[in-house]
């Protein structure tokens, strides 16, 4: 098995020694203007199956032959007890199964019917949820097999917020509290941002092609200016960062990564 994962530079040595201890062999890295790419490669446990049939193959092919006449008259052998096991199944006489449906089928004496009322059809309450926040769009939605393979959401939302008061942080919260209610979850990992190509620049999914069509210069220099007001947040639902691990209790919100890097919990 191999991934494939983006960290923080200066985060390196935490993240090798975290999948170090799942089993993960570093096999490569990749610096990044702002992110480290790390590769990992884990051998995958030789499954039962595979196991028997390497014994299989082992013997000899007269072993092989015998081997597999004995299988087969084993399963002959179980086909014919359970033939005689189900009813009727001595030759004897038709099934009871069958005799139940043949009489089942034969009409009954009339006597005499019953009018019935309709049924009324079952109505449906309305969902009382109602979206009011700004209009946003998940412009990329990729699994993180890092953090447990949640759901990484990149939305794009309007191209101005006034951080000089905190309604932005409300609106950035109608955002995400409506993406849980979409999936049906608050475990989820998504960032809100102000531009596309920030999204594009930095998810584990389309950086590397996003690098090679605009250039090193156009991500080590534009993309970073871009990201003190354009990357408006990051939330993280139902993962510990810390400790590697999926957790029912880590729940935050870091607002402006890139400029004030102010950290809340909160769940939608």
């Known amino acids: 098995m191999h991934q494939s994962v983006k960290v923080l530079r200066g985060r390196e040595a935490a993240k ?5 201890g799942e089993g993960w062999e570093l096999t490569g890295q990749r610096q990044g203007p702002l992110r480290t790419e790390l590769s990992f490669r884990k051998e995958q446990p030789e499954s039962a199956f595979a196991k028997l049939l390497s014994w299989f193959r082992a013997l000899a092919p007269a072993t092989r032959k015998r081997f597999v006449i004995a299988i087969g008259g084993l399963g002959a052998a179980l086909v ?10 001595d030759g004897n006489g038709e099934p009871e199964a069958v005799a139940d449906e043949q009489k089942a089928a034969e009409p009954s004496p009339v006597t005499g019917s ?26 990329i939605e990729e699994k993180v097999p890092a953090a447990g393979n949640l ?66 210069d156009y991500v080590v220099n534009t993309i970073p200016a871009m990201e003190v007001d354009g990357w408006v947040a990051s939330y993280v639902g ?20 890139y400029a004030t890097s102010e950290l809340e919990d909160w769940q939608p």
């Open 80 to 89: 014919i007890v359970v033939a005689v096991a189900l009813p009727g199944g």
């Open 16 to 20: 090798i020694a975290e999948l170090a």
């Open 238 to 257: 139902g993962f510990d960062y810390d400790t590697g691990k999926k957790s029912d209790e880590v729940y935050e919100i870091l607002w402006r990564p």
């Open 151 to 216: 759901t990484y959401y990149w939305i794009v939302t309007k191209p101005e917020f006034d951080f000089s008061t905190k309604a932005y942080k409300a609106e950035v919260k109608a955002i995400l509290a409506d993406v849980a209610y979409e999936h049906g979850t608050s475990d989820f990992l998504a960032s809100v941002v102000t531009n596309e190509e920030i999204a594009q620049a930095e998810a584990i999914s389309t950086w590397e092609d996003f690098a090679a069509e605009r250039g090193d």
């Open 114 to 139: 019953v009018p019935t009322e309709e049924a009324s059809p079952i109505l449906s309450e309305p969902d009382p949820y109602s979206y009011k926040g700004p209009q946003y769009k998940v412009v």
